[in-house]
């Protein structure tokens, strides 16, 4: 299952709303998504991605108005992605409990990846900071999302125990666990900081209900 962290393989799959797809448009986001996750979202100009798509100025404009344009269809194809393997875990999951372990493993797993650069939504939030603008706005829409379902899943975790911590409070500590894993991983150690979020996974899950 994905996370947070990258383009899916081969490029996201989400598109620029009005225009449909193509293999240009695709080869384009493909790109622009390697590079923006790798390098940073403003560091890669346009024609850095006219050229190793490589496409032409006129092509790119035809599906994707502006830079923002195509920076938006990067994100939303990581959400889209990140929401169907998060799905596909709990699916697969045969408890709650061991639905979270799945997204956690996912979280540790991605750490220790080669190109792992960390969080695709945070490196985008540090470069977009106005909360009026359209980037922030995904990427807070995509964040409020995964709270929310992992909050679903702890509530379910929980139950009625008499121990019954608030579900809301367990879904924040485990994305807080997980930014900093993201953050911190390539200065400690991909190893130890996979292991330290597991063992914060097991302690949300026995210590709180």
Partial sequence: ????????????????RGHGRSEARERLLSTASALFYREGIRAVGV?????????????????FPSKDELVLAYLRGVDAHIRAG????????????DALRAIGTAVADDLARPDFRGCAFLKAAAEY???????????????????????G???????????????????????????????????????????AFHRGVEGLLTLLH
């Fill in 129 to 151: 900071p106005d909360p009026d603008d359209p980037v922030r706005q995904v990427v807070l829409d995509h964040r409020a999302w995964y709270v929310a379902t992992l909050t």
């Fill in 47 to 63: 024609e850095r991605i006219l050229a190793e798509a490589p496409v032409t100025r006129a092509t790119f404009y035809r599906h």
């Fill in 153 to 195: 899943l702890f509530a379910q975790v929980f139950g009625d125990s008499p121990r019954r911590g608030k579900p809301e409070h367990a879904a924040l500590h485990f994305v807080m666990m997980r930014d900093g894993a993201m953050s911190g991983a390539h200065l400690d150690g991909a190893d130890a900081v996979g292991a």
């Fill in 86 to 97: 998060t799905q596909a875990a709990i699916d697969a999951a045969p408890s709650p409990a």
């Fill in 1 to 16: 299952m994905a996370t947070a962290t990258r383009p899916a393989p081969g490029g996201p799959s989400g598109s620029s």
